[in-house]
Structures are given as C-alpha cells and as structure tokens.
C-alpha cells in the first residue's frame, strides 16, 4: 500500500496482560499501516485483541497488568513509544483522539454536553471562554444537534444523539487520526446509518484518517477502505477492503462469511465455524486457529504461521499460503 | 389451508409511569401457523419484547385476545394456565443474567420438570435431562457444571434445553443470539432450525438484526412504537417494502458485499416517546411522504392481498411530503 505517505505506522507490536491465570497475549506481532485520509476497519471477534490495539497506540494501556513487550508505534514519522507523557498528552486528543467502546459512560452526566465540547477545544488551541463554546455550538450543528442545546445535559438526549455528542467531541480537535471502537454497536441500524453517514461526511470534510474497531462486517464493507481480521491477538488477514469481500483467503475469514445470514440471498443453512475461542492464557500452539479450521494441516498444531504477503497489499497468516520449500 | 397455532387480536399493554401512560403495545395484530417463525423485527423500545411477554402471560396484557389452539387463553384459570405453560416457552437474549448462577446445568434444565412434577423417578428424570443436553449440543460431562463455567454460546444452550423440557409447541425467542458472537450465532441458528423440524415447533423469534431474522422467518411483522407498520412473507418484505418505516429500515442494514450498492434512505430525528403518544401515525414526524392526514388519523393494518399487510395511509401512493 502507499508507503511513503503513511500517516500510522505499526510494527510487530506484541502487547500482553500479566495476569493471575496467566499471560494474554492480546496482540501479537502486529504490522498496519494507514495512508492519510484512509480509514482502515479492524475486525474480529470478542477478546480477538481490538480495543488493546487502539490503546496501544493511544499509549494508554493499563500497566499492569498490561505491557507493551515489543514492537514501533510510528506516527507521523515518529515513534510514540519514545515520547514523554507530556509529549504524548499533546497528541492525544489533539492529533490522535479516540471514541471509546462504550460511548454512554465517556460522557460526564453533571456537565452540558457544550462544556464537554469546549473542555476539548480549550485543551488544544488557544481560544477563549465564549469563543470555545462557539465552537462546540458549531460542532454540534455538524453533527446534526441544534447549536441551541448546548446547555442540555447528556441526559437530555437519546442514545443516537449522545453518541453524536461523543462524536463531535472527538472531532473538535479536528485530529489526523481518530480511533472509533465499536461506534454504533449499541445503536439501532436507523440511527447506526444516521452515524456512519456523519462520519463518512466528517473524514470526507476533514480529510481525517480512521481506524474502525468493529465486529460487524457490513459497517466495514460501508465505510473502509482496508481491513484487518484478528484473531486471538493476531492479524490473520490484511488488504484492502475490495480483496478481502471478493477473494478472502484465510480459513477464518472465510468462516466469518459462512456465519453471517447473506440478506441477499436464501440459504437453510449457516456454515458456521466449529468449536470455540480458545481460552486467552492458553492460546493453542502453531497457528492459533488450528483446532477449529476446516483445512487444518498435521503442521499447523506444530508452526507458527508467518505474515505473508500473498499478493501486493494482501498479507495472510496461514501456512497454506507459505511457500512448502 | 395451513393450521393456525396462535392468534393475536388487537393486543395492548399500558405501563402506567410518572409521566403517564406509557403505550409499549398498542394494538397488536397477528397470527403464527403451526410449524413457522414468524420474526418480529423493529429498534429499541418499539415493544418487542413486551409483546411475547405478554403473548405468554408473564405480563398481563392491558386489553386484547390471544387465541392459542383456538382458545383465548386470557380467560384461562390458574389450572388452565400451569397446562397452557407447558406448550409455550421463551428463551431470552442475555443467557447469563437469565440462568441461576447457584444452580448446576442439570439443575437448571430439570426445574421445569421438577415444578410440574413430570416425572414421579429421579432416574427417569436425569435421563430426560441428559436427553435434552444432547439435544442441544452439550457434553454430557457438564452436567454438574455451573453457568459461569460456560461461554455464551454453551450457556444458551442451556436456555434452549429448558425451554424444550416440557415438549412445548410454541418458543417466543427473545434475542436469542444477539449477545453471542458471529461465529457462535451461526452454530446456534442452526441448532434452533434442527429443533424446529425434529419438534414441528412454532417460533416468534424477536430481534433487532434484519440479517438474522430474514434468515429464521417465514413471514416478519416490523413493529414501530407499539404497532405492527408492515407484516408480509419474508421475501415479500425484502423484496418490496411498502410501509415507509419499513423502506428506510431495510435501506440502513450495512450488507457485508461491495458489489450491492443501494439508495440509503437516512431518517430523520430519533424515535419519539411512547407516553401519550399523540393520534395520528406514528412515523408521522420521521415519514418522508406525510401528508396532512397523517397527523390526525391513525392508519389502520390493511390487508393488501396475497398476506401482506401495511399500516399506512398512502400504501401504492407515496408521494414526497408537502408538511
Ligand atoms: N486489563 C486487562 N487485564 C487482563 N486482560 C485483559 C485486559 N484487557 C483486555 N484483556 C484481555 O485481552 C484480550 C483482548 O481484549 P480486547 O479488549 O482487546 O478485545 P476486543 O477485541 O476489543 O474484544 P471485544 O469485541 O469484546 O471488545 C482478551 O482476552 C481480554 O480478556
Ligand atoms: N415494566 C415496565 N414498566 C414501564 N415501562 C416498560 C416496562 N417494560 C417495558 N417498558 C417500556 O415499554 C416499551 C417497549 O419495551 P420493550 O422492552 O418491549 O421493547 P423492545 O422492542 O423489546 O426493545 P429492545 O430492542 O431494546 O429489547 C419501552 O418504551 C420500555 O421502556
Ligand atoms: S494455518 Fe492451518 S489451521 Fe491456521 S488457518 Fe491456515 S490452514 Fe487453518
Ligand atoms: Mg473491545
Ligand atoms: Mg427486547
């Protein structure tokens, strides 16, 4: 993909959780990129490793029991592993912000959502009082709230309109970089489609880049530009979004598919994929997805499968991809 | 002509709350043949839920006749309704929380058994309980395990193991997969498909994702703040939407293809409140196509031939809004 322009830059990034029933690997040897402007889709099922991704790059994950073990985290250029937290509280919400997973607790119930707004704002550039608040009126009306209910308390909205409200909190710093985990997972699909098309319009508008944390594949296939497909801590396929609906490769990705009912089409039966998540401290050995693949070989119990970039832009973790000799 | 199992007329349950009534079911018009899923779909607080409760008698309904077998079992006595229970059963969206934590797998599936005294010998008992563990798919060897040892797919397994305890012909699924994750949905949707043919159930399936509840359904009724807007065959109802509720629902799924691009029909406004609500239809102040009447008279359920029914003033007629 575009290298040379890369807003975000991950490289064989392994975080773990040091915990009493062992050690999670929650991401393991993890390589992205985003180009700017682009919004890349990270997908995959519960505890597959999504939100400790975002925080890894917001630097915020919690130690303990969490640990960044290895790996670069380049944005702009520059590692943010290597930055103060002075350095990093800069770049938070002013180039990186993020939307949490749970949207209703990320708003203070005892402050208007106009201060909320304003707090951001003030944070990050240099205004005054009343020029703040113009400004969070006004990112208000962009997320289609009248400006006039700035004085409203979160309370005061329905669920859409306080994910909007944690939307334009995020944006009011007009960041390079926004991280959405799971934005409209709680939301109904009217108000859901209501979202993403203001999303959609926000990056358009500010040319922002976007990780989208979701497990839903129709949000993907709505607003991204490339994909990742996790799997207990890893990337298991990477590419961009036309490839992996056309022509997805890895055993899992393609049982994700055979799961989801197609509206278009009438099937009797799912084609689910067998068995269970694997137990996050006991991560099966060689290739992670082993016991619950259909094309399982005798050598994927035993190897760790590499990342493998079967076409240009089209990475793969499966040893059925890796060359035999 | 195919055997009616269950019939709802004119349904209603009222919540009366400190800022009045609340209309969580207003009216309620539908039937469940012998033998098919009728899914019932609509957002947050359109009353779903409320209507199968209701339909089963764990709530009382404000108003309205539920026939089953052709009896209105709102006239039943305590008697008639500890039979009736036996033929109709619910399983709930979050697993976990409807499970009794202090209580093993077998425990649990064995309580329907145990409260209507259906078997007379512990041994006759436990077997029926082992029966039903493989019929849902669980491993013998959990049977003393307790729910929060399990996963989610496993432990809706168990709700679905209970609900068949007592052979019943009818199943309100009230989200039974929405908490689980793909993977794990898929296994179990094909699992309450087996059961379906092995037991000739009847099912009302409830849920909020359209994918999933095309997949199950035979026909769907689209609820919107305490009425049915649209009820049609599946295909019908995918193919050509005629309530305009139903149009900008169907229009906002995100379908997991690139090579489908559709017209998306975004919605103004969010959902208004069901306390007191006003005459008139209730989409009125989302509808792209209100008119003037629309506002004051409410549209009633009409039969638009060929089992497809719509609730809405200008069906066929949808011209853009002039209000
Ligand atoms: N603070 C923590 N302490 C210990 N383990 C953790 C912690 N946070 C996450 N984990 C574990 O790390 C793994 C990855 O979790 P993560 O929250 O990143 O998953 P996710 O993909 O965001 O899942 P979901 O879809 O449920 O949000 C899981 O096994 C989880 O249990
Ligand atoms: N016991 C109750 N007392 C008062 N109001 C109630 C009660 N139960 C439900 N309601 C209200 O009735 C309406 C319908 O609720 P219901 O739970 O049936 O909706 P639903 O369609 O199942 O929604 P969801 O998709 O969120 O489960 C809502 O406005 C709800 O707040
Ligand atoms: S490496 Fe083996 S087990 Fe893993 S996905 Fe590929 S074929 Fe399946
Ligand atoms: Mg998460
Ligand atoms: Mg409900």
């Known amino acids: 993909m575009k290298d040379n322009k890369n807003l975000l830059e991950i490289k064989n990034l392994s975080i773990h959780y040091v915990t009493e029933d062992g050690t999670v690997r929650a991401v393991e040897d993890m390589c992205l990129e985003i180009g700017s402007g682009e919004t890349l889709g990270l997908v995959g099922e519960t505890g597959a490793g999504k939100t400790t991704t975002a925080l890894g790059i917001m630097q915020l994950i919690p130690n303990p029991p969490g640990k960044l073990v290895n790996g670069e985290i380049l944005f702009e250029g520059e590692d943010l592993l290597k930055k103060t937290q002075a350095e990093l509280r800069k770049i938070r919400g002013n180039k990186i912000s993020m939307i949490f997973q749970d949207p209703m607790t990320s708003l203070n119930p005892v402050m208007t959502v106009g201060e909320q707004i304003a707090e951001v704002v003030k944070l990050h550039q240099k205004v005054n009082a009343t020029e703040a608040i113009e400004r969070a009126k006004l990112m208000l009306e962009k997320v289609g709230i009248p400006g006039g209910r700035v004085k409203d308390y979160p309370h005061q909205f329905s669920g859409g309109m306080r994910q909007r409200v944690v939307i334009a909190i995020a944006l009011a710093c007009n960041p390079t970089l926004l991280i959405a985990d799971e934005p409209t997972t709680a939301l109904d699909v009217t108000i859901q489609a209501q979202v993403l098309d203001l999303m959609k319009n926000l990056k358009d508008e500010f040319n922002t880049s976007m990780i989208m944390i979701t497990h839903d594949l129709g949000v993907v296939a709505e607003v991204c530009d490339k994909v990742a497909i996790m799997y207990a801590g890893n990337v298991i396929e990477y590419t961009d979004v036309k490839r992996l609906y056309t022509s997805p490769k890895h055993p899992y990705t393609v049982g994700l598919f055979g799961s989801i009912p197609d509206i278009k089409e009438d099937e009797d039966r799912l084609k689910p994929i067998k068995g269970l998540m694997p137990d996050p401290t006991n991560i099966p050995s060689g290739c992670p997805f082993h016991p619950r693949c259909p094309k399982a070989m005798g050598i994927c119990s035993q190897q760790k499968p590499k990342n493998i970039e079967i076409e240009t832009g089209h990475f793969v973790k499966c040893l059925l991809y890796e060359n035999p000799k | 002509m195919q055997e009616r199992l269950l019939e709802v007329r004119n349904l209603k349950k009222h919540f009366s709350t400190k800022k009045g009534m609340l209309h969580a079911v207003d009216g309620v018009n539908f039937f469940i043949n012998k033998g098919e899923t009728l899914g019932l779909v609509g957002e947050s607080g359109c009353g779903k839920s409320t209507t199968g409760r209701v339909v089963l008698r764990l709530l009382e309904a404000t108003e309205g006749e539920i026939i ?93 193991a209970r609900a068949l305890a007592l052979k019943p012909k009818f199943i309100v699924q009230d989200e039974p997969v ?130 497809k029914y719509v609730a809405c003033h200008f069906t066929n007629n949808l011209k853009p809004a002039t209000v």
């Open chain 2, 68 to 160: 089953f077998e052709g009896k209105d079992i709102l006239q039943y006595n305590k008697q008639q309704q500890r039979e009736m229970r036996k033929e109709m059963q619910i399983v709930f969206q979050d697993p976990f929380a409807s499970l009794n934590p202090r209580m093993t797998i077998s425990e649990i599936i064995a309580e329907p058994l145990v409260v209507n005294k259906v078997f007379s010998s512990k041994v006759d008992m436990q077997k029926r309980v082992k029966e039903l563990m493989e019929t849902v798919g669980l491993a013998e060897r959990l049977i003393n395990a307790y729910p929060h040892e399990l996963d989610g797919g496993r432990r809706q397994r168990i709700g679905i």
């Open chain 2, 178 to 307: 929405s908490a689980l994750d793909v993977s794990i949905q898929a296994q179990i949707l094909n699992l309450m498909a087996d059961l379906q043919d092995e037991f000739g159930l009847t099912y009302l399936f409830i849920s909020h994702d359209l994918s999933v509840v095309k997949h199950v359904s035979d026909r769907i009724a689209v609820m919107y703040l305490g009425k049915i807007v649209e009820l049609s065959d599946y295909s019908s109802m995918f193919n050509n939407p005629l309530h305009p509720y139903t149009q900008a629902l169907l229009s906002a799924i995100p379908i997991p293809r690139i090579d489908i691009k559709r017209e998306r029909i975004i919605l103004e406004g969010d959902v208004p409140s069901p306390i007191n609500p006003p005459e008139g239809c209730r989409f009125y102040g989302r509808c792209r196509y209100r008119q003037d009447i629309c506002k004051n008279k409410t549209p009633e359920l009409k039969d638009m031939g060929n089992d």
